[in-house]
């Protein structure tokens, strides 16, 4: 205490900028350092979590960063190896540019249209009556928390004549013999996208419903006033400004689903699937560090992509900033 | 109105045509009135009405503005200059039970039928519900919500339909969508299938629900202390670490998935339990969810409860905790989703301790033969996060309203 006290009471005035700088950082440090000893409980309840998060999240991407740049097969100890692993990526390694541009394609498609579609059908479902909305809401969200369910369009796309969408072109006659949809490079990636979109009504979509709930209806009543006669206009003047949180949360969650798909392509399309054409920047990764253990390859795979997401969040930030002003 | 129990508060009141008052609030439990400065007479009076703090409100922690809701739905906005003391009598349980139109003002309604008193409600001022809605467009979001359902319902309703089909009607061509004769074969196969195996069925189960169980425990304990210190409490490092956990929830198992194996094998986690459970107490969406749904919590609250001598462990166990169920809720969906759809085979090896979804993909590995006790697998596990939700819908919408992003 004395120690701030005697900074605060000397002249400042004769003092360069930088020393007063210096001395300002320094009250600032004190304060916090109080601010500190006054909550010590707070770090013990934050504790627990704090150390499982650095544990299992943070750590994991550090580790990530540094074997990006090594050699590294979890027999041998690392080699450090600059940016080999990077040049390789890009240069070499042309299963991994399918993979880029299918990843790029799928999360061009899926994210912004998944993105899109939640929010539309949350409007809509908001439309509803209470009971009816409650049925819709269970109905859109269900895809996407029931896990391996969407294992069921295996069989929905079957190669052979058993398969419900080959047997349905057949009976119209569009079709001579049945296709292979998961095996036929031809067809995967517009059926994966298929698969997804099915399954991404997820906790954006949630958010959205809440979100539409949670604007009080005052504020409609007020915009009535003020002459808003559409929907339309009652989205982009009233509801879309006070609902700026929820979009960004749903952008989150979006860019996850969009650059994370991995589970599906392997469930559907098998792994690894005809001619790589199922392959995503998740797969490559796992393939390389769970099936060839090159570690530090997988890394460097791993680092790109955080990048990338941090990147489209940012961005995402930024549009959503320009929202209903 | 009575003297006992009235609270007041200054502030204006704005009718919906456009009219505004500056004045004073008075309420209790019977009812309210708005006092024009200087007058004697009441600008508006209330009987009978129901107070109800807007959901902003809520969030933000102090009250500057109050709606009050009449029996038949009409609304008028007060926006108070000192709000706590409303806030005070009105709703101290708004956490745990959410407000429904019919509570206290009805209640009123009845005591004054009984007591054969007159009860005076006031004129609404809007007397369409939507007044600024098309009928086309109604017809058009039916119709378009119609398709589209349809379109997401149509493979859950078709794997259920697989599950209950005979073996012939699972290769017949074309394929019916739903059983004629409708059976439970597929379900007693399964069972038969698994109990042959080299690990029992149940086994595979008993490992699922142990991880699901223990994971959501642990997770709704240790992220809600998290939360509430990160929503409460100003302390250094507190916001950065929460701008952190924000970011992270970006990154799924995948893509950490590898340096994660890393670690785990160093602290010997490898082929254990523990592998899965860890990482599930420290998932990022529910700290993120609770922290923005503790936030709306009156700060009145815990205030309230330190000048009462309370220590820090005692409000969050016994004030706030209570206070925030519906997010407990939401949490527990989240973690229970993700942990029973876990087949965690990169961190576990041994089979007597693999999951549900493993035994699921080895009895699809088993080829299109098995194709209908595929689909009877798939609709036990997939059932029970749907089921919670259905449940628990309500709750979980109540504390996704607050789960926005503000940057």
Redesign the interface.
């Known amino acids: 205490m004395q120690h701030i006290q005697s900074i605060a009471s000397k002249p400042t005035a004769s003092k360069s900028f930088f020393s007063r700088y210096l001395d300002m950082k320094r009250e600032r440090m004190a304060h916090?350092?109080q601010?500190?000893k006054r909550?010590k409980?707070?770090?013990l309840?934050?504790a627990?979590?704090?150390i499982?998060?650095f544990?299992?999240?943070?750590?994991?991407?550090g580790?990530?960063i540094f074997?990006s740049f090594t050699y590294y097969n979890?027999l041998e100890p690392a080699r450090f190896i600059g940016l080999q692993n990077y040049v390789n990526l890009i240069l070499q390694d042309e299963v991994f540019l399918t993979a880029i541009k299918n990843t790029f394609v799928i999360a061009v498609i899926t994210g912004p249209v998944g993105y899109i579609l939640s929010f539309l059908?949350a409007w809509?479902?908001n439309?509803?009556p209470k009971w009816l909305r409650?049925v819709?809401?269970?109905?859109?969200?269900?895809?996407s928390?029931?896990?391996?369910?969407?294992?069921?369009?295996s069989?929905?796309f079957r190669g052979d004549?058993?398969?419900?969408f080959n047997?349905?072109l057949?009976?119209f006659g569009i079709i001579e013999a049945p296709r292979l949809w998961l095996t036929d490079p031809n067809y995967m990636m517009t059926i994966l996208i298929i698969v997804i979109l099915?399954m991404s009504?997820g906790?954006g979509f949630?958010?959205f419903?809440?979100?539409f709930?949670?604007?009080?209806?005052?504020m409609y009543?007020?915009g009535?006033?003020d002459g808003?006669?559409?929907?339309w206009q009652?989205l982009y003047h009233i509801t879309l400004p006070s609902?700026?949180?929820?979009?960004?949360?749903g952008a989150?969650?979006s860019?996850?689903t969009a650059?994370?798909v991995?589970d599906v392509p392997r469930a559907l399309c098998g792994y690894p699937s005809t001619d790589y054409a199922a392959r995503t920047v998740?797969t490559h990764?796992?393939d390389y560090?769970?099936s060839r253990f090159e570690?530090g390859y997988?890394?460097a795979i791993?680092t790109l992509?955080?990048l990338v997401?941090?990147l489209c969040?940012k961005a995402i930030?930024g549009l959503l900033?320009r929202v209903g002003t | 109105m009575s003297e006992t129990n009235t609270v007041q508060s200054n502030g204006t009141l704005k009718m919906i045509d456009g009219k505004k008052f500056r004045g004073t609030l008075q309420a209790n439990e019977i009812g309210a009135a708005f006092y024009q400065k200087g007058k004697a007479e009441p600008v508006v009076e209330w009987h009978y009405a129901r107070l109800h703090r807007m959901d902003n409100i809520r969030r933000g922690g102090t009250s500057t503005q109050l709606t009050v809701i009449l029996k038949d739905d009409s609304r008028y906005i007060f926006e108070l200059d000192h709000g706590l003391k409303v806030y005070n009598y009105m709703d101290s349980h708004w956490a745990d039970k959410p407000i429904t139109p019919r509570t206290r003002g009805d209640e009123l309604h009845r005591l004054a039928e009984l007591r054969g008193e007159k009860i005076q409600v006031k004129k609404h001022l809007i007397t369409r519900r939507h007044p600024n809605r098309s009928i086309a467009g109604d017809i058009g979001i039916y119709l378009l919500l119609i398709l589209f359902g349809l379109a997401m319902v149509f493979p859950l309703v078709y794997l259920i339909g697989s599950s209950l089909k005979p073996l012939d009607e699972l290769f017949r061509f074309p394929p019916p969508i739903w059983p004629s004769h409708p059976t439970t074969d597929n379900f007693s196969d399964l069972f038969v299938t698994m109990g042959q195996s080299y690990v029992p069925f149940s086994r595979y189960l008993v490992n699922t629900v142990f991880i699901t169980a223990v994971g959501t425990f642990g997770h709704l304990v240790i992220a809600s202390m998290a939360a509430f210190v990160l929503a409460k409490y100003e302390f250094p490092g507190g916001k950065v670490f929460f701008a952190v956990v924000t970011t992270c929830l970006m990154f799924s198992g995948y893509v950490t998935g590898i340096p994660n194996y890393l670690i785990m094998s160093k602290l010997g986690m490898i082929d254990t339990y523990w592998a899965l459970i860890l990482p599930a107490f420290a998932a990022p969406i529910g700290l993120f969810l609770m922290k923005q749904f503790m936030e709306g919590l009156p700060t009145a609250l815990i205030e309230a409860a330190t000048i009462d001598g309370a220590g820090q462990f005692r409000i969050f166990w016994s004030i706030v905790m209570p206070n925030v169920k519906p997010a407990w809720l939401t949490m527990i969906i989240f973690s229970v989703q993700s942990l029973w759809n876990t087949s965690a085979a990169t961190v576990i090896y041994s089979e007597a301790k693999k999951t549900l979804v493993y035994a699921l993909q080895q009895i699809q590995a088993g080829g299109i033969a098995r194709t209908g006790q595929v689909a009877a697998a798939n609709v036990i596990i997939v059932s029970v996060p749907i089921l919670i939700f259905v449940f628990s819908q309500s709750r979980i919408l109540e504390t996704m309203a607050s789960s926005g992003i503000k940057d």
């Open positions: 916090s350092w601010l500190a909550n409980t707070c770090y309840f934050l627990p979590y704090a499982l998060f544990t299992f999240f943070i750590l994991p991407i580790t990530s074997y979890i059908f809509f479902i439309e509803l409650a819709a809401v269970v109905i859109f969200y269900a895809p928390i029931a896990g391996s369910a969407f294992t069921v369009f069989i929905l004549a058993y398969g419900w047997s349905i057949m009976e099915w009504m906790t949630l958010s419903v809440a979100g709930q949670g604007i009080d209806r005052s009543e007020a009535y006033v808003v006669r559409n929907r009652e609902m700026k949180p929820m979009l960004l949360f989150v969650m860019i996850t650059f994370n991995c998740v990764l796992f560090g769970f570690m997988a890394s791993a992509l955080f997401m941090i969040k930030a900033g």
